[in-house]
T-cell receptor
Framework: GQSLEQPSEVTAVEGAIVQINCTYQTSGFYGLSWYQQHDGGAPTFLSYNALDGLEETGRFSSFLSRSDSYGYLLLQELQMKDSASYFCAVMDSSYKLIFGSGTRLLVRP | GAVVSQHPSRVICKSGTSVKIECRSLDFQATTMFWYRQFPKQSLMLMATSNEGSKATYEQGVEKDKFLINHASLTLSTLTVTSAHPEDSSFYIC?????????????FGPGTRLTVT
């Protein structure tokens, strides 16, 4: 089967750093993506890792370890607007995305 | 760049009628688009892969005769929900596949909220 596991909910304080972990078990692997989704909206692309290591894009960074089938999304200098759901997704060899169940991030003042 | 639009954004229809949802890639060509469905507080579930010029590939458990997909051009895919029922009420989201510097990314449309009464 194919599965991705991530925490269901994370709470953090404005200005802090938060890490959302994702472990995956899939039959094919082309890369690990992260998406942000605000309530009522569609997912927006945050990052993509095909190779091991850290990718940095502004306040967001994403890490991948293919040998551990593990990745994480790191959000720095948290802002209230970062409160949203975050999904990890594995792209398989046919470019389909298999989504995790999502992590709801609540940023408090 | 990499903008995907969907129309309509919201639709209410009566049980038994059909609804067509359009997905367009505005500034790039997409030979492959995807259709997802998302129920409240749940993750996105892939329904089907839409390929330009060929038949769509449906995921297990998705009725191809109920959810008709047509990918008539490199910038347009349509999903028609036929004989809609209240249980089809959901958030339908499309995405378009873009190849960029040997990496592949999916860019999502804003979604269509379907309510069947």
């Amino acid at each position: 089967g194919q599965s991705l596991e991530q925490p269901s909910e994370v709470t953090a304080v404005e200005g802090a750093i938060v890490q959302i972990n994702c472990t995956y078990q899939t039959s094919g692997f082309y890369g690990l993506s992260w998406y942000q989704q605000h309530d009522g909206g569609a997912p927006t692309f945050l990052s993509y890792n095909a190779l091991d290591g850290l990718e940095e894009t502004g306040r967001f960074s994403s890490f991948l370890s293919r040998s551990d089938s593990y990745g994480y999304l790191l959000l720095q200098e948290l802002q209230m607007k970062d409160s949203a759901s975050y999904f990890c997704a594995v792209m398989d060899s046919s470019y389909k995305l298999i989504f995790g169940s999502g992590t709801r991030l609540l940023v408090r003042p | 760049g990499a903008v995907v639009s969907q129309h309509p954004s919201r639709v209410i229809c009566k049980s038994g009628t059909s609804v067509k949802i359009e997905c367009r890639s505005l500034d790039f060509q997409a030979t492959t688009m995807f259709w997802y469905r998302q129920f409240p507080k749940q993750s996105l579930m892939l329904m089907a892969t839409s390929n330009e010029g060929s038949k769509a590939t449906y995921e297990q458990g998705v009725e191809k005769d109920k959810f008709l997909i047509n990918h008539a051009s490199l910038t347009l895919s349509t999903l028609t929900v036929t004989s809609a029922h209240p249980e089809d009420s959901s958030f339908y989201i499309c995405s378009a596949l873009l190849s960029r510097e040997s990496a592949y990314e999916q860019y999502f449309g804003p979604g269509t909220r379907l309510t069947v009464t």
